[in-house]
């Protein structure tokens, strides 16, 4: 539990984009003419910049430690937590809340482990609240700021990539003399406007939907968290404790643990 693992969705969706539009490319022409370090670091550089310009350095930084959440997911369920709840209601109940005091180290997950620390340290089930919502808060606006630096470099990068093609356009015109030029010179020219493109539509915009998604997942597990320690500290019996965690989840998902017993 808490262990991360590659998803690949997003591993699958990254390759198979970059390599159809590569492969239809090489189908059409090839790969040299769309090749050019120029529109690259015009591109890149451009956003790079705007976008230190636009956020405080450490914010920028901090993107590239949140961007690991689109390819890694932490292999914790819904049910995973349930069924360790019901387990600790029950050890609760049998021999006290301090007993699962010795269970913390077991604990992979640093939230969780928060959690049942102050429930086994007496703490008011309110105070309890308050401290692992605020967590939870800024863990919420930690992943909303990458998400929408994200958004903001998408927009730069069409952006810096137009920029660049204007850029060829006037070397272009400065140098007609020889019509033969014009075409590979606008060739080149656009080529800026496709890298843009490319980064936007295939990296920033997509990583950006798939960090909301992993934010909203890590949020429900939390507050299932929350739910469960708060049950813990108000000694409520496991069955209860199950009902209250299936309410965060699809009805389809739910497995309830005493009905498998019952069996």
């Not at 539990?1 to 998803?7: Q, R």
């Not at 401290?131 to 863990?139: K, N, S």
């Not at 400065?174 to 493109?197: C, K, N, Q």
């Not at 813990?232 to 496991?238: A, D, H, M, V, Y």
Request: net charge negative; charged share 20%; proline share 4%.
């Amino acid at each position: 539990m808490g262990l991360g693992f590659m998803d690949l969705a997003t591993l699958i969706g990254i390759v198979s984009a970059f390599a159809l539009v590569m492969l239809s490319i090489m189908m059409g022409s090839g790969l040299g003419i769309f090749i050019d370090v120029p529109s690259a670091m015009i591109v890149a550089g451009g956003t790079l910049g705007a976008t230190m310009i636009h956020y405080p350095l450490k914010d920028v930084l901090s993107v590239f430690r949140v961007m690991k959440n689109v390819f890694f997911t932490k292999a914790w369920s819904g049910q995973e937590v349930i069924d360790l709840f019901v387990d600790f209601s029950r050890k609760a109940r049998r021999e006290g809340l301090l007993s699962l005091e010795r269970y913390l180290d077991e604990l992979d997950d640093g939230f969780l482990r928060r959690g049942l620390q102050l429930a086994v340290d007496g703490m008011e089930p309110e105070a309890i609240r308050e401290i692992l919502e605020t967590e939870i808060d800024y863990q919420q606006e930690r992943h909303r700021a990458g998400a929408e630096i994200l958004n903001t470099m998408a927009n730069f990068f069409p952006a810096m990539g137009m920029i660049g093609t204007l850029i060829g356009l006037i070397q272009m015109l400065r140098t007609m003399e020889d019509p033969s030029t014009i075409g590979p010179a606008m060739a080149l020219a656009l080529v800026t406007t496709f890298y843009g493109a490319l980064a936007s539509n295939f990296i920033c915009l997509p990583m950006s939907g798939k960090l909301r998604k992993r934010s909203q997942e890590e949020t429900l597990i939390k507050e299932m968290v929350v739910a469960g320690i708060l049950s813990l500290t108000n000694g409520e019996n496991p069955r209860i404790v199950e009902q209250k965690l299936h309410a965060f989840m699809p009805p389809r998902s739910r497995s309830s643990h005493f009905q498998a017993h019952a069996l």
